[in-house]
Structure formats: C-alpha cells, structure tokens
C-alpha cells in the first residue's frame, strides 16, 4: 500500500487523469451514480440519483455526508442549486442512507497501486487498514465534501437535473430547450411568453435519460453561491428539536454504561457480578474481552451499578509507559540535531513538543443497538455511516447488508467519529447481542470519552537551520517522530537545502485524527522555527517570510493580507506583541496574526487572531466565517490549555476539569477575510487550526522575549512570567445544582 | 416516593430514586432529550434548565431538589410556537455549530437576560461559562448585545 506522498499525488493524477481529487470523486461521481434512481421515479419526480423534485416544487437534494456543525448540508445544497438555477427557499435537504449505492469515496483502484483519500491514507499509515480490503466509505472528514462531492457531484447533478427539466418544457411546448431558460425554479420560453415550474415538469423530466457531461455555470454568473442564506440545520438546534445519536429513544430500550481497561489493549480478567445484580433496574452485567457493561432500565441506574463493581483489567504490558518515558524515547529516537552545511555564518537549534490531545466533542459517545437473529439495527452518529456498518456486522459476524445504520446528528466530530474509530459501535452491538433482542443504548461519559480516545498523536521534532552571513537561510532541517509523516511538513518558503526525516519511536497509544491532523503538530514546529530563524537573522519575522515568497503567489498574497489585517508594525504597549504564521493543508493556504497581551496582574491574554484564507472560493461566506471563528477556538485550547498525560499505562485526565477548554470570557476576536483565487476549492474545517499555536507562541516571544516549544502554553506559564491561569472556569458551583454560571 | 413538579408548564409526577440527577429524570422518564449530558459534574453547562426561573446544571441537581417546584427546559421555551427572542436572536445571528451545547447556552443566556436585559462584556463573560467545543462565542456575544440592543429600543 503506497502511503500518501506528494509524489503519489502526481501518480495518482496522471493514471485517473487530471488530478487525484477527480480521480476518486470522478469515480463515485461517475455518470452511472448520477442514475441510480427507483422504478417508481417519475412518480416521484427523481431526476438523478442526487435529487428530487415533487409537484409542491419542493426540490429535496439527497447529500452523502453528514453534518456536524461546518454547514455541509447547506453549501452542498446551494452548489446544486446554483447549477440548477432553483428557488432557494423551496430547497430541502436529506442525509443519504448507508447504503453501498451512496458511498461518497470508494477506494480507487489505478494502475501500480492503491490509491485513496488523504484522509483515509491516515488509516493506513495506523495500520488498520488491511491492504487486500475494498471498503465502501461515506466519509465526512480531510475537509473533502465541498471540494469533492460539491463539485464534482452535487454540481453536475445539478445541472443534470436542468438540462432534464428543460428538454421536458421544451418537449412538452414543441420548442427548441436551447430557446428556453431556467430562472428562480421554472422553465420560461420567452419567444412565447410561456413558463412552467420545475414541479409541474418533473415527472416527464425523470422519464428522460441523465446527461453525463451537463454545462457547468461560470463562477461570475452565480446567485446562490458566495452568498450567505442562513444554514439549514439551525433552527432545530434552537429549540431541543434535534436529534442527535445520544437522544435516540425506542420503545423497551434500555441503557448500558460501561468500563473499559483503562490500559489500551488491557483485557477484563475477572469480575464479580453480584453487587450490581442486586440493584434495582439492573438487567445484566455483561463482560466483554476488553470491558464490562452493565445494562438497566436507566442510564443513572446503569452507571451506579457500575460504580458498584470490581472489574479486574490487565496493562497488557504497558504498565510501565508514562508521558516521560514516551518522549524520552522520542528524544532518544531523534539523534543528534540534522547536519548543516559547511561554511554557515550561524546554525540555530531547537526542540519542539507537543502533547496528546483528545477530541472530547461535546456529545461523548453514544450508540443504540438492537440485535436479532443476523440482523441488527444501529443509531448513532458518526462521520461514516456505512464504514460503522462494516464495523458493526464484523462484531457481530454477520454480512453489513445485515445491519441497519441510521446515522443522527453528530454533538461534534473533529475527527473523533471517523472510520477506524468506531469502538463506540463495536461495544454498543456486542452489548445488545449479549440482551439481543432488547436495543440498548450504550452512552459513553466524558470520563470514558477522555479515556478512550484515539488521540492525536504526541509528537517532537529537532529542528536546525543554517543562515548566511546576511541572514538569508541556507537550510532548514528537521527529524521529528510521534506525529506520522505526511505533506504536513512541507514549507513554502525559497530554501535550498530542505529536508524533513521521520525517526521511529513507537508507544501502544493508540493515535487517530484530529482536526488538522499531522499539520496541527507540523505546522507549530515549522512556523516557529522560521520565526526563531528570523530573530536569528535579525529581521523581522513577517518580512523575513515575505522575502522567502517570490515564487509562490498565493501564499505571499495571503501573508500580505493577514498583515495587513493585523496592522503588523504598527508600534504596541509593553507586554504585548504580534505573531503570523503561516500554513497550507487540505488544499488551503491560511495566514494568522495574533495579538497577545501579558501581564502579571491579567495573565496571557489572546486578545485577536486575525486569519487570511485562500481556499479558492467560498460557498456560503458566513458559514464559512463561523467555521474560521469555531477552528481558533478549538485550536487555541488546544494551544493555551490541553494534553493528555500518561501515567502507568492509563490515561491521566478525565472531564473538563483537569482537560479545560477555552470559555466566553477567553475567547479572543476574531477577524476572518477570504481570498478569492482560481486555484482548485480546498478545505475548511480544519486548515485554520494548524497557524494559531505558532501565530500565539510567536506573538509571546514579540510581547516577553520568551519562546514557548512545548505546548500547552499553560506548562509554560511561569517561563513567560506569570501565575497559571487554569480551569477556574470550571470550578464547581459551591453547592451542587446552584445557579449556573 | 413519587417527586411532583411542574416541567413547561405541566405537572409530573416521576416515581425514582430521590438522588436521580434532574438531567436524566428529564430526558429518560420525561423524553426531554433537548437537555443535554456533556460532563455530569457541572463543569460544561450543556444540561442547563431553569428552576423556578434561575439557570442551573441539572446533571448534579437531584430530581428531589425540584419537588414542588417548576422546571422549564429548552422545549417549553417558546410559548404557543412562537419562540423565544433569545431562540430567534441564535437564528438571525446562525450561532449554532453542531448544536450540542447549545441548549444548555440558550438556557443560560435566558437566564441571564432576565436578571440583566443589558449586560455588559465583563458581565456576559462572569455569567456564560457553557464550553462549546466547536467555539461559537463569538456570535454568542454578537448575539447578546443585539438582544441588550433590542431591549433598550423597546423600553
Ligand atoms: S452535563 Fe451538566 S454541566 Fe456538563
Ligand atoms: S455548537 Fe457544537 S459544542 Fe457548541
């Protein structure tokens, strides 16, 4: 299995022909998938597979991803709607079943190798993908499902749809389609004055043959697109409405809460049973190889019973694997720094670190089973209906056209509810076989979400560089381990001697991906380094990078701007200073700028990150912002607050408390301005997140001269001076149940 | 022993264990699944209802602390289907990323407004402590001042 390289990229590019994304997408999008549609499709008015018109004129769009929050429904939605040239406000939205028919990203198969999405290449570099399996996927993750389903699906079916919908008019008229138009949801003919809306031509147009190859609108005609109609989604998020995994409810379900062995890989050797037998609502303990469940008639009652056991787990092996003894071993694994070239006038060093973080998406885990005879039936939320239907039936030992997976709303995903991470479904269908046929609802809590994750990956790299007498860099080399390899390490700058080298130092955490994945350690060590790099050649870091920008325009524009944004240069108060960074992932070039503050008596203060983003166009601008805004969020408590910690094999930290989050009160403002550039659409969700850890850490070192290389900033708190500020936030109110606040 | 009390205006009676968290009263013997679990120690506020009109955490509330008293959730917020101006303002202002945390935030910015319909920043901060992973306070605040906004222009 080839892993997923730059060089595979190009491959990958020329075998499929025309890049790698049309590669996979023209695949699932292939002109066969734009046809699958029932026997009854006039009835229905089912135009192709993608979407359906009913003579209310209510278009419904059938979208192959989930939503967890980015607007992928809607700015899906719009791009088949702008092609169509419909009514927006008669559009509707529905998640596609998990049925093989609707897979978004089969495995491709080209000629000398095995090609798949970076973000399933993830999955393989885990070694949980087993290179002789062809999987189905209806993947929602690498920030994908605008620039691949959007454009090569949704777009055509769009369009597919029009062209049907006007040779129907212009049959039914005895007029040539090419003289008739789409506007706003109707056919019109002008010659004759005469227009029909898409309601009432649907059925014959269903009757009519898919065209394969439609005429695509041109950018500077949209009227849906790159405007802002407020999501769909909302507003049953408003009002409690929205069902999400851990809300779904059957008739005679009960609740299972669990226990799992705190060592990854550890197994259930023994328990005893009786003490949660005896409580009331208790229907069963179930022992399972690497976890005990006990099911009741509540989820309370579920989880005091629980408390009640002894479960006896084994470490398999790994008793003795700390924080400390894993990055010792990354210390050990990195050698001496990389060699620099003869004749340097200055050759600069340094070690960066950064922890294992965990998802934590704010709804934990959850998973409903029911199991009957070989068959079962699944709700839940996940970012891969149809791979956790695979996972289900293997579980189960049963085919996946035996399982039925009814995919909810996701409380957050980040990576966390990816195929390979589905042991939430794993358990929650071994559980309801062992009370088969009762569903059962299996709900994680914080303390199992913490616990076992799949977490992103702790990670260190040494850094050197090499500078000429006048400061221009002559080489920037890296070895790093923990993090996986990948184009993460890529730097756009005019360097010569470049170069980044893995060195193997294994530990039994188990890793997965997390928004941004290898770019969110990548892009803090290579964006501090070259700010290190510039105080070094005594200049300043954005002119620095700037100067390192002549042959690569896109990037250059987008430090530009952010500069500009931020009024870099402009001169500040004591304590406070500005850091940029810069990065490209999934396909976006993102430039941030933050502005800290420090002080003794107000601590660290991020007081505004300022975000340039040039990820070709932007569907939906305010969604589009909202998600630049969410990502900085996320990223700087990542930044600023959290690591999991390993002691004795297990998992440190449990909830909130000891893995805070940024609150209200220390969220900074943020200023978000789109680029927009021919290049291909890149990514969204998570290209904002790898710029923000160095843009803070840089602005620290403008604002107090100290540098941070170990992340969270919060280990860091009294290098830079100050007291730690940690989760006061979450500090319990002093009597339970008082007012919250 | 049965706990009677009044939730969105009607009266229950629920026939559990008194220290049963009013969080999973709510939604397991109540079907109120808009209340959320994020944490169960009161360190997320996703489970955030009104008792007897104040915020509180109800996931380490004991459903016997709601005897005789009157718990709304988000579901009973709107009154006769016409939502609450907080519900219409996390529209106009699309705060809402996944959601999940969003009743509780609601619930709280409600409560909030009730005790001071013009607050101030350094006020919005000491009061709304919800964590909402996918980092929506951004428009949380926006929409705060325009309701403070609003507010004035109607008194
Ligand atoms: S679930 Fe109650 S505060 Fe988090
Ligand atoms: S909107 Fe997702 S946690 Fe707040």
Partial sequence: ?741 | MAITFTVNGQEQSLDVEPQMPLLWALREQLGLTGTKFGCGISACGACTVHLDGRPVRSCVLPVSAVDGKTVTTIEGLASHGVLHAVQEAWIAHQVPQCGYCQSGLIMAVVGLLAQNPAPSDDQIDAAITNICRCGTFARVRRAIHSLAQRGKATS
């Avoid at chain 1, 005896?278 to 303990?285: D, E, H, L």
């Avoid at chain 1, 070895?479 to 993460?488: K, L, P, S, V």
């Avoid at chain 1, 708190?717 to 500020?725: H, I, N, Q, Y």
């Fill in chain 1, 1 to 741: 299995m080839n892993k997923w390289t730059r060089r595979t990229f190009i491959g990958a590019g020329t075998v499929a022909g025309g890049g790698f994304l049309l590669g996979v997408a023209g695949f699932t999008f292939a002109p066969g998938r734009h046809t699958l549609v029932g026997e009854d499709a006039s009835e229905k008015g089912q135009l192709t597979t993608w979407i359906t018109v009913t003579p209310d004129n209510v278009i419904t769009v059938l979208i192959p991803h989930c939503e967890m929050g980015q607007g992928t429904l809607t700015a899906l939605a719009m791009m088949a709607a702008e092609e169509m040239e419909a009514d927006w406000s008669m559009v509707r939205v529905l998640e596609a079943p998990a049925l093989g028919e609707y897979a978004n990203g089969y495995v491709v198969r080209a000629a000398g190798g095995d090609y798949i999405p970076a973000v399933m290449a993830r999955g393989v570099d885990y070694g949980s993908f087993k290179a002789a399996q062809w999987f189905g996927f209806q993947v929602t993750g690498g920030s994908t499902a605008v620039r691949s389903t959007g454009e090569y699906g949704m777009r055509v079916a769009g369009a597919a749809a029009k062209e049907m919908l006007l040779s129907a008019a212009a049959r039914q008229w005895g007029v040539p389609a090419a003289d008739c138009a789409a506007r706003a949801s109707r056919i019109v003919h002008a010659a004759s004055g005469r227009s029909a809306a898409f309601g009432e031509l649907a059925r014959t147009a269903a009757t009519l043959p898919v065209p394969t190859s439609p005429a695509l609108k041109e950018p500077d005609t949209f009227t849906i697109r790159r405007t802002s109609p407020p999501r769909l989604d909302i507003p049953p998020k408003v009002d409690g409405s929205a069902v999400y995994g851990i809300d779904f409810t059957t008739p005679g379900m009960l609740y299972a809460a669990l226990e799992i062995a705190p060592v990854q890989g550890g197994r259930l050797t023994s328990v005893d049973a009786a003490p949660a037998e005896a409580m009331p609502g208790v229907r069963q303990v179930v022992g399972l190889e690497e976890a005990v469940a006990v099911v009741a008639d509540s989820f309370w009652r579920a989880r005091r019973a629980l408390a009640a056991l002894k479960p006896v787990f084994d470490d398999a092996g790994h008793g003795a694997v700390s924080t400390t003894s894993i990055f010792a071993a990354f210390d050990a694994a990195l050698g001496p720094p990389p060699e620099m070239p003869a004749g340097a006038a200055r050759v600069v060093t340094a070690d960066y670190r950064v922890p294992f973080l965990a998802h934590a998406t704010m709804e934990p885990m959850a998973c409903t089973a029911r199991v009957e005879g070989d068959g079962a039936e699944v709700w839940t939320g996940v970012q891969d209906p149809l791979n956790a239907r695979s996972v289900a039936a293997k579980a189960l030992g049963i085919k996946p056209e035996q399982v039925r997976v009814t995919n909810l709303l996701l409380g957050g995903g980040f990576g966390r509810r990816l195929p390979f991470n589905f042991d939430y479904v794993d358990l929650a269908v071994r559980i309801a076989k062992a009370v088969s046929p009762v569903p059962v609802k299996t709900i994680w809590t914080r303390e199992n979400d913490i616990q076992h994750d799949y977490y992103r990956p702790a990670a260190m790299s040494r850094h050197a560089g090499a500078l000429d007498a006048g400061g221009a860099p002559l080489a920037v080399k890296s070895h790093y381990t923990g993090g996986g390899n990948g184009e993460a390490v890529f730097m756009p700058y005019a360097i010569t001697d470049t170069g980044a080298e893995e060195k193997e130092a294994n530990h039994p955490i188990r890793p997965g991906q997390w928004r941004s994945v290898l770019n969110s350690q990548h892009g803090f060590f290579k964006e501090s380094f070259i700010d290190e790099m510039a105080h070094a050649a005594g200049k300043d870091p954005y002119e620095f990078r700037r100067a390192l920008l002549g042959n690569r325009p896109r990037f250059k524009a987008v430090l530009e701007r952010v500069a500009a944004m931020a009024n870099w240069g402009a001169p500040l108060p004591a304590g406070e200073g500005r850091g940029i960074a810069l990065c490209e992932s999934f396909g976006t070039i993102v430039g941030e700028v933050a502005h800290v503050a420090v002080s003794a008596e107000g601590g660290l203060r991020v007081r505004h990150v300022y975000a340039a983003v040039d990820c070709g166009d932007v569907v939906n601008p305010d969604s589009a912002t909202a998600q630049v805004e969410g990502a900085i969020v996320f990223a700087l408590s990542a930044a600023m607050l959290s690591e999991i910690t390993i002691a004795g094999g297990r998992v440190v930290e449990t909830n909130f408390r000891d893995y805070p989050m940024i609150h209200l009160a220390e969220a900074p403002r943020i200023t978000a301005e789109f680029i927009r550039s021919d290049a291909t659409l890149g990514g969204l969700g998570e290209p904002i997140v790898p710029p923000l850890a160095p843009a803070v850490t840089n602005a620290i070192f403008a604002a107090t001269g100290v540098r941070v290389r170990n992340l969270p900033i919060r280990n860091q708190a009294a290098a830079v001076g100050l007291t730690p500020s940690p989760d006061t936030r979450s500090a319990p109110p002093p009597t339970g149940g008082s007012p919250a606040r």
